[in-house]
């Protein structure tokens, strides 16, 4: 018979992004409740850069995210081959190891690493060496549902954080650059400029199919710094990613179903195309410390709200998510990203936080089609 280990008042299973930021804001919101992180890796936040921009957030909220966060940048920018920009209005990332040494230091004990977690219930967790955790509250925040239906194409990026010979020169970073052959796929470049030598490169692409071929792209990346007349004296880490852009799906496809409420991409709760979850994340945890009872059946009723409101605002993304992956020919989907940053800096800005409004639609879809007129008549008609 497995022994009863403690009780706590809420469990978070999982010491990824969402939980992670649960936790940190029930520390500062409700401190006097025991919460407890269940983290089966050595890291909470496992081995991700989080990005976001200022407008995606409400001020409150950037404010109580600032300490976690590890570098700021006033301005970002995109190059395609007709196109250049620089957008302001502030861009932030929250690297892992980072989060991993501010949220420990903050949460102390609260937090349980190398914790494999073997069954749970809206009362109850069972460890893998058969002790329990009673509470009445549990959230499984432990990454997107394994199995899912959803159909959707894919975000695939390897990035590698590159010590270099010499300080990098960047003031900001680069969003995307897409001035490289396609080669089957939508394929850019992304940069994140650290201080002083040290810099993340990425390469990210859209394609149909979600297996990444890590050494292709190590080597883009590789090429992509020589290019630039960076040299590398080594590489400290690798973060490779796969998200889906969801085409068609029902919600509980991407947000699943059952009794333990679920948090962040668990949730559904990620942009449709760009695969950003930590403004959704922050959002979340906020909506959690306001509720007056800290149950699973509260937070499961709150979760299911929340996630279905995101999946209704969402549809317009999942039609564009599919003139971009149905529509458009692959060595062409960049042309949509090029025609979208053509648009007025404020739209951009609540394209990002998922916030557009009825007009903005009609502004992105305006304009000669960057896909065949044909295939983008049959998309919006739901034929393909």
Known sequence: MSALLHDADVVLVGGGLANGLIAYRLRQRRPELQVRVLEQGEQLGGNHTWSFHSSDLEPAQLEWLRPLVTCSWPTYRVFFPKISRTLHGGYHSVASWDFHEKLTAELGDRVRLGCA????????????????????????????LENSPLQAGYQKFVGLELELDEPHGEADPILMDGRTPQGGHLRFFYTLPWPGKHIQLGEARYSDSPEVDREDFRRGVLEYA?????????????????LPAPLKARWSDVAGDGEVPRSGVRAGLFHAITGYSLPFAVRFADELCALPELSSAAVLERMTAVSQREWRRAGFYRLLNRMLFRAAEPDQRLRMFEQ????????????YS???RPTDYLRIMTGKPPVPLLRAAKVFLGLS
Request: aromatic letters at 8%; one cysteine or more; hydrophobic letters at 40%.
């Open 117 to 144: 977690v073997t069954s749970l219930t809206p009362g109850e967790v069972t460890l893998a060496d058969g002790s329990r955790i009673a509470a009445p509250c549990v959230i499984d925040g432990r990454g997107f």
């Open 226 to 242: 020589e290019a630039r007349g960076w040299k590398v004296h080594r590489v400290l880490r690798e973060e490779v990613g796969v």
């Open 340 to 351: 979208f940053y053509g648009r007025p800096e404020p739209l951009i800005q609540r394209f």
């Open 354 to 356: 998922a916030h557009l």
